[in-house]
């Protein structure tokens, strides 16, 4: 498969598809995200609801990179599920939309560091490191994550990184060959 150059409107109807799909997705994880961050916190671990969740919030950025490949479309992808969640009444607002931002950065980050060159499994694991990295870093400034204990700190990074690598990676990559075995994707992987 080939890195296509220019958008088309397959490529804009795609990922406006993926940003409403992932959107609605959204409105319903975040009711899981309320019951896991009560289930955890007698324990102490509630932050731990957002570490296990946040590979499906960042998935749409990751989605979209991989099957669009075109610059911009992990940020754009993941932007515009970020807009379809505010839009639906999700409980965070219009702060959604920098999460947004980030997340979809960090997964884009991952195709920038390998040069828009790799749609396999280097490519998809540098964009679940990347976006594990930047989310992380976030959650460092805007969470008070600095504040919590190394352990914690650890746990906390280990379960982001196995949560976007399960959604970002392993559910990327077989949606991904599902729709390119449907050959749903042939306008999108090549240079035609």
Known sequence: MKWAKAWRLSDIILIALIGIFFG????????????????????????????????????????????????????????LAATV?????????????????????????????????????LGLTASVLTTTLVTFGWDLARNGYFKLQLWLLILYFVVRFCSMFLFGGVLTRLITDMLDRSHV????????
């Open 24 to 79: 609605a997705i959204f409105m319903g994880t975040n009711y899981v995200y309320d019951v896991l961050t009560a289930a955890l916190a007698p324990v102490g671990l509630s932050g731990l609801a957002n570490e296990l969740l946040l590979g499906l919030w960042c998935m749409p950025g990751m989605l979209a990179g991989y099957v669009l490949r075109l610059k911009g479309s992990a940020t754009l992808g993941e932007l």
């Open 85 to 121: 969640e505010m839009f639906f009444g999700g409980q965070w607002g219009i702060s959604t939309l920098i999460s947004g931002v980030t997340q979809g950065f960090g997964a884009e980050l991952g195709y920038i560091v390998t040069r828009y060159k790799h749609y396999d499994w």
């Open 185 to 192: 994707l042939k306008s999108t992987h090549t240079n035609n």
